[in-house]
């Protein structure tokens, strides 16, 4: 059974920083590149960021650069998220992903909210 969960989201003032964890489990973890993802109350889904196989490369959007720092361990089949310099407007339900080919899965999210 696939299974993406997520963990570290909680309620952060602005300017602190979280770790969202995510621990994969039910197929081979080090195939898939990994994706977290975002959305926001009345806003459509967006990527964060993501991570090739081997945490060789990562991507993100440019607003999100600096500030989002994705990366993964293999060996733990775990894919975490730093995120530092929070902003009220980075407050979301933020979600795993994990894609390989037409294999595409989500975790259930972790809330994370920016507010003084």
């Known amino acids: 059974q696939v299974r993406l969960v997520e963990s570290g989201g909680g309620l952060v003032q602005p300017g602190g920083s979280l770790r969202l964890s995510c621990a994969a489990s039910?197929?081979?973890?080090?195939?898939?590149?990994m994706n977290w993802y975002r959305q926001a109350p009345g806003k459509e889904r967006e990527l964060v960021a993501s991570i090739t196989s081997t945490g060789g490369s990562t991507n993100s959007p440019d607003s999100m650069k600096g500030r989002f720092t994705i990366s993964r361990d293999n060996a733990k089949n775990t894919v975490y998220l730093q995120m530092n310099s929070l902003r009220p407007e980075d407050t979301a339900v933020y979600y795993c992903?994990?894609?390989?080919?037409?294999?595409?899965?989500w975790g259930q999210g972790t809330q994370v909210t920016v507010s003084s």
């Open positions: 992903n994990a894609r390989w080919g037409i294999n595409n899965y």
């Open positions: 039910g197929f081979t973890f080090s195939r898939y590149t």
